[in-house]
């Protein structure tokens, strides 16, 4: 009798002792989530840099930080010399990469070719704009001087003040360290599409948008202001073009209703829009948009490290990190899942090629037929077709990840863009012979060197400028920025070496 009251005193010890140990456990866990989601304190202009918010969230930096890992550079016009052709006169067929990580992003920004080789703070060729989507910096910039002036002048106005890369800011208001956007342009698109602005938005949603900010589609939009001094500006202003919807029919109409045309195709005249990248417009099409998974959920993945789970932040592709990113919910091996995302690279690539082929093969048969006297009255037609055709191509794949994120529209504007295309290049035919060209055949474009040359590119010279305006113009930007203390030039080691011009474009010039 007695022992058994000894054992349930012990056993009662025992447990009341596991409970205190329990309770403080769990103590410790709340300690630590208060201690994230703690007032950061990171002053106003401080906030820009994210080395600022590296005493704070430790964990978070060092996972964005390791964005770097991913800094090769993959040529595109290389890989589909198709390219140069579809963007002869535009900026793309001069220097296109696959996406690298966020440490690169302002970077691979300065040193593209597309954004030339400016001499001073008023030389271009590219607007502000282009610096919307690649630096936190840009939000202080239009607290500043306001969205306007922002969105008035070349690229170089700002050259020594942005500085830093995608980072904290662009996410986070570093008062509260909630999620939040530093832009208006995104309220604005979501309000004309009729959806709720971002700050009403639920918590998961915002776990996308805080990247549609960047990963979606959008034009300059041209616009006549007047600043204090009564003189009248013209600003290129980023607009989501949403008002007939999230979809590439959407788009095109409304592009077509305000006259928009990215570039005239230099080869056939043809009036083009060039898509950006839709990927959050993309996702909600496909089966995880549909089912409520946010872009966080599988491209920064909670990790757990002792008691501390956290966002992981090397936004990278998330086959390095399947176990996280997609184990939480499927149940199939990893390795069988991973083949089914490559097949569907596989069929995506497929039709990709397809159409590239036909629209290239559009645009020179179009030129060859203004070449032998036709009118632009017989080639209104055609050159539409090839407009709706290249849109639907570009919309497609111009934001990498759709061939996983949205398959079913991904082929389906793939198919319609070559069916566009077909329909061009069958009404040139008929054209050609009635000037009396038969079996004409459009030259060959299997090589980057030789589809530049077709656009009328002279690719050296755009070289020895891009370089030239690296050993000057932007030497002096790095320094007014370290000097301004607007960046830490230490925390972007080796940001600058890789091009796909040139390796090392700072030490000696290997071309490439
Ligand atoms: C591209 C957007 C983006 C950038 C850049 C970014 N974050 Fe985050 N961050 C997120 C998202 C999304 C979450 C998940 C938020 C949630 O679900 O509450 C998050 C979560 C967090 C959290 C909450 C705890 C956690 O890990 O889930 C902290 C703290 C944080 N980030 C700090 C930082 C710091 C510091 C930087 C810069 C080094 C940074 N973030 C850069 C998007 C971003
Ligand atoms: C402020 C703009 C901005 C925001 C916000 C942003 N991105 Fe990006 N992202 C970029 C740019 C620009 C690049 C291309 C960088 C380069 O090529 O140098 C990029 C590249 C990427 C890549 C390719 C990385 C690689 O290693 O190949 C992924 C994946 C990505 N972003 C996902 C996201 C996700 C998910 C979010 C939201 C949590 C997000 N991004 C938010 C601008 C942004
Ligand atoms: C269900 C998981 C999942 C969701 C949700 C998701 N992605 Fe992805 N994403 C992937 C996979 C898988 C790839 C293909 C990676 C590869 O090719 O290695 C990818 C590719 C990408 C790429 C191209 C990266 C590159 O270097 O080619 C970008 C950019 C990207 N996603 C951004 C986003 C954005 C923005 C969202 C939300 C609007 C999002 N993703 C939602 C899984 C996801
Ligand atoms: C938050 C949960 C969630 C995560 C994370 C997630 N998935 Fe899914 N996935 C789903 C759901 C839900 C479906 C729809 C099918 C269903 O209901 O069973 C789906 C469908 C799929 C399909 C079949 C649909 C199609 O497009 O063919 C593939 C393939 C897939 N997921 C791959 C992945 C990969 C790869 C990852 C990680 C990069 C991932 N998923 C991450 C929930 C998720």
Redo the contacts with the bound molecule.
Sequence with gaps: MKSKYVVLLVVSVIAILAMVWLSGSINERRAEKVALSETPQIDGEDQYRSDEWKRYYPRQYSSWLKTKESGEIHDLLKEYPQLPILWAGYGFAKDYNAPRGHYYALQSNTNSLRTGAPKDMKTGPMPTACWTCKSPDVGKIIERDGELEYFTGKWSKYGAEIKNSVGCANCHDNETSELRINVQYVNRGLKAAGLESFEESTHQQKRSLACATCHSEYYFKKTMWEDKDGTEKKAAVVTFPWHYGLTSEGMEKYYDEVGHTDFKNKISNAPILKAQHPGYEMHLT???GQ?G?SCA??HMPFTQEGAVKYSDHQLQS??NT?DR??M???RESESA??A??YE?YERKTQLHIIAMDNLAKAHLETGKAMEVGATDAELKAIRQDIRTGQWKWDYAVASHGSF?HA?EETLRNLAMGNEYAMNARLKLVSLLAKYGVMNYSAPDFDDKAVSQKLAGLNFDKMVEAKLQFKRTLEKEWNKQAVENNVWNQDAYKGVDNETAYSKNVNGIHVKK
Excluded: A, Q, R
């Design positions: 496909g089966i995880h089912k998974v959920d599988c998330p086959l399947m990113s997609c939480t919910c499927h899942l991973k089914i995302v569907k996983f398959p």
